[in-house]
């Protein structure tokens, strides 16, 4: 059942995902991706950019790589199955990577707006 012309009910997006609707709810899924998805943030030494990339690449986690300007210069997007599988992420494979420095990470709890698409915001009286 479409809400807008841009936005989805959590009923939608569950069947579509073929997940309980209080998954989604919850934060717990997105339709991009089934799993725990995340931000992390991390400092790499620039000399060191190209291995670092390809590092991260060989990942199936990672799903997208940006560098950034501030106090952190990468910004690496991640989905993980679970979050065992995401802690596990962050503490054996990132930490493994020469020049790679993870200054912090959050997991991504609601989407509000993805591909052009706005989606309706949790109403935590009905989780």
Do not use: C, W
Request: no cysteine; net charge positive.
């Amino acid at each position: 059942m479409l809400l807008g012309a841009d936005s989805f009910s959590y009923s939608f997006v569950a069947r579509d995902a073929q997940v309980e609707r209080v998954t989604i709810m919850a934060g717990i899924h997105t339709p991009e991706a089934k799993g725990v998805k995340a931000i992390v943030i991390a400092n790499v030494d620039f000399r060191k950019l190209g291995s670092v990339a390809a590092a991260l690449l060989q990942f199936n986690e990672v799903r997208k790589i940006y560098v950034t300007t501030g106090k952190s210069n990468l910004a690496i997007e991640i989905t993980a199955k679970t979050v065992k599988s995401f802690h596990e992420f962050l503490t054996v494979k990132l930490s493994n990577i020469q020049g790679l420095s993870v200054a912090s990470s959050n997991m991504i709890t609601q989407i509000m707006k993805s591909n052009g698409k706005t989606m309706k915001p949790l109403d935590l009286r009905q989780v």
